[in-house]
């Protein structure tokens, strides 16, 4: 348990539908990460926010839209996805001082058919 | 720009056997290094870490020492145990306190009783 939690574990969309993932932590920590995790492949990472700023995108396309209301919530929207966008994506945060420890939910499991 | 490249999985040994997974990096300047390990159906957490050469991060019997001269942080353990079956990865981080982390690609490991 990392006080990092992500809804839904899992999810299953048609490439039309329109969802979101969240992940919420309420540790203090000020940056949220969005990774992206395929089988054999490394961790890319997406999205970073420090302070609800976003600070990093990693080139990631627009069917992707991330959303940082508050310090505590991430949220990632996902509007007409392909096949290959199914993974595991998976959330993070970063304590304030950190020398480069992130603390990861357990991740949300995507399909899209 | 700034890489991480493990050895090939899957690896499997028997418990207590002597575990070696390999870690090179390619990165300007002095990053800090970082094993995380994923245990099935969790997400990632921190295993141990190193700032600067010739550090040793050690936790769980697990160890690793960065060497600069051979770009190195390989992961070893002395007596694994079945509980030890993970995916590993190896990380870097520009510099202490960079924002952004690399990851490697991952290492599954199974140890049969």
């Known amino acids: 348990e990392t006080g990092v939690t992500q809804t839904p574990r899992h999810l299953v969309m048609g490439m039309t539908n329109k969802k979101s993932l969240k992940c919420e932590q309420h540790?203090?920590?000020?940056?949220m990460y969005w990774y992206k995790q395929s089988a054999k492949k490394p961790l890319e990472l997406m999205f970073v926010?420090?302070?609800?700023?976003?600070?990093e995108n990693n080139s990631v396309p627009s069917r992707f839209s991330p959303e940082c209301p508050n310090s505590s919530h991430l949220f990632l929207h996902l509007h007409t996805l392909q096949p290959e966008d199914s993974a595991l994506y998976l959330c993070?945060?970063?304590?304030?001082?950190?020398?480069?420890?992130?603390?990861f939910g357990e991740g949300s499991r995507l399909t899209v058919l | 720009g700034n890489s991480v490249t493990q050895m090939e999985g899957p690896v499997t040994l028997s418990e207590e056997a002597f575990l070696t997974i390999n870690c090179t990096y390619t990165?300007?300047?002095?990053?800090?290094l970082f094993w995380y390990v994923q245990y099935p159906g969790e997400g990632l957490q921190l295993l141990l870490k190193?700032?600067?050469?010739?550090d040793k991060g050690s936790n769980k019997g697990f160890e690793a020492t960065y060497r600069k001269e051979t770009t190195s942080f390989h992961l070893e353990k002395g007596s694994v145990q079945v509980s030890d079956s993970a995916v590993y990865f190896c990380?870097?981080?520009?510099?202490?306190?960079?924002?952004?982390?690399?990851f490697g690609q991952g290492t599954r490991l199974t140890i049969n009783p």
């Open positions: 190193a700032t600067k050469a010739d």
């Open positions: 993070a945060s970063r304590p304030p001082g950190s020398d480069g420890e992130l603390f």
């Open positions: 926010y420090n302070f609800k700023e976003q600070t």
């Open positions: 990380a870097l981080s520009r510099y202490a306190g960079a924002q952004k982390l690399v």
């Open positions: 990165a300007t300047g002095y990053p800090s």
């Open positions: 540790l203090g920590h000020n940056a």
